[in-house]
C-alpha cells in the first residue's frame, strides 16, 4: 500500500525516479507476468477519480503533469483535449509506465508492447517511446504479436477474445470502466496484478503475490491496515470492516475526504 497515499500518484522531486504508485504497480506486474500471461490492474487512474467530472485541486494538479509528460496536443488548460479526457489521458500515462514490467522487469529496457485504447489517438501525444505503440481498442492482431495493454476495453466477457492480440505474450486489462463482477477483482478469470479500489472511509488493495488486504483512510489521509485475507474478499464484506471500524473511531463525519482536505 503507497506510505503516502495521495502523494504517491506524483513523482518524486529526484529525476528519474517513478511515483510510488507506479513503482508498487511494477514491482506486482513483473512478478505476475512471470507466471501468469493474462492480467488485470486496477486503480483511480487520477487521485479524485469520483470527483473527475467537476474538478479538485489534486486532480488539477495531476492532469497538468500527465499531458506536460504525454506531450498532449495543446496542453493542459480549460477545454482543451486533455481537461476534457482528464481519464483517457492518466490511463495512457499509466500504461506508458507499466509496459516495460509487462515484458518482465520493473524497470525500463529494450523490446517493444502495445497499448489498445480508445480514449488517445496517436496524434494527440507527442511523446510516447518508440517502443510503444498506440492502436485503437479493437484493432486486427499483428503479425509479431508484442506485450499488450488494453485500457478499459468494458464488459469481461469480451477480454478473453480481445487477448488474442498479443498471442502467447502477456496481456493486461488496465483501469477498466465497467466492473461486472460487482465485486473485488473481475469475472474473467485474469489474476489481478495489482488493485487499489476506494470503498466507504478506506481501501481495498491487492499488489500481486501479496494478499487482499483491507485498509482504513484516516483523517489526516494516512492508512491504517485492519486486516488481510487469504483469498480474495467480497466487497461488501471488506467495506463492512473498513466502515466500522472508521465509526467507531470518528463517527459518521470525523473522516470526511471533503471535512478534511483531502480532494
Not at 500515462?93 to 489498445?116: D, E, I, N, T
Request: proline letters at 10%; charged letters at 20%.
Amino acid at each position: 500500500m503507497p506510505v503516502s497515499l495521495y502523494a504517491s500518484w506524483f513523482p518524486p522531486t529526484i529525476p528519474l525516479q517513478p511515483s510510488e504508485l507506479a513503482s508498487l504497480a511494477s514491482k506486482a506486474v513483473a512478478s505476475a507476468s512471470r507466471k501468469h500471461r493474462l492480467l488485470e490492474v486496477s486503480f483511480p487512474p487520477v487521485p479524485n477519480l469520483e470527483e473527475v467530472d467537476f474538478g479538485t485541486p489534486l486532480n488539477k494538479r495531476f492532469s497538468t503533469r500527465v499531458a506536460s509528460a504525454l506531450g498532449a496536443r495543446g496542453g493542459y488548460r480549460p477545454g482543451s483535449l486533455a481537461s476534457r479526457n482528464q481519464v483517457s489521458f492518466a490511463n495512457l500515462y499509466w500504461a506508458r509506465q507499466l509496459a516495460p514490467a509487462l515484458r518482465g522487469s520493473p524497470l525500463p529496457f529494450g523490446g517493444r508492447a502495445a497499448v489498445l485504447n480508445s480514449g488517445v489517438r496517436p496524434g494527440d501525444v507527442s511523446k510516447l517511446p518508440g517502443s510503444l505503440e498506440l492502436r485503437p481498442l479493437r484493432s486486427a492482431p499483428p503479425a509479431s504479436p508484442t506485450p499488450t495493454i488494453a485500457v478499459s476495453p468494458g464488459p469481461s466477457g469480451t477480454w478473453k477474445q480481445l487477448s488474442s492480440y498479443s498471442g502467447s505474450k502477456p496481456f493486461l486489462v488496465l483501469n477498466n470502466a465497467v466492473n461486472d463482477s460487482y465485486d473485488l477483482g473481475n469475472a474473467a478469470g485474469f489474476e489481478t496484478a495489482f488493485y487499489l479500489k476506494r470503498v466507504s472511509r478506506g481501501w481495498a488493495y491487492r499488489a500481486y503475490p501479496g494478499p487482499w488486504c483491507a485498509y482504513l483512510e484516516k483523517p489526516d489521509g494516512s492508512t491504517e491496515l485492519l486486516k488481510t485475507y487469504a483469498g480474495r474478499p467480497r466487497l461488501r464484506e471488506l467495506a463492512k470492516v473498513v466502515r466500522e471500524e472508521s465509526f467507531k473511531r470518528y463517527a459518521a463525519v470525523g473522516n470526511d475526504r471533503w471535512m478534511n482536505g483531502r480532494l
